[in-house]
Nanobody, 126 residues
């Protein structure tokens, strides 16, 4: 069964940092574009950042540019996706999801991703 497993969420004060990780269960994800989305209860799932299959090309939502960094590690037996989040704001509070598609190129629509993790909660306090 294909799985994406997120970790690293938690409670942090505004201005602090967190690093999210996502472990992909199959090596085939080394050929997938992957992304982070986030969702607040009652709102639609929002694109945060994405990376192409090789990890070379990245794209970010305007709201996180300059604060978040996405990276992908295809070198290990398990493919990893990371999101380094710095200068966190209270509005970054959400459940963060890791996603992967069958393409190699980044897309920013949730419906363009085929695999999803269960999500990890990030809470940023004032």
């Amino acid at each position: 069964q294909v799985q994406l497993a997120e970790s690293g969420g938690g409670l942090v004060q505004a201005g602090g940092s967190l690093r999210l990780s996502c472990a992909a269960s199959e090596r085939s994800f080394s050929y997938s574009a992957m992304a982070w989305f986030r969702q607040v209860v009652g709102q639609e799932r929002e694109f945060v950042a994405g990376v192409n299959w090789s990890g070379v090309r990245t794209t970010y939502a305007d709201s996180v540019k300059g604060r978040f960094t996405i990276s992908k590690d295809n070198a290990k037996n398990t493919v990893y996706l990371y999101l380094q989040m710095n200068s966190l704001k209270t509005e970054d509070t959400a459940v963060y999801y890791c996603a992967a598609n069958k393409l190699g190129a980044v897309r920013n629509g949730a419906d363009e991703y085929d695999y999803w993790g269960q999500g990890t909660q990030v809470i940023v306090s004032a």
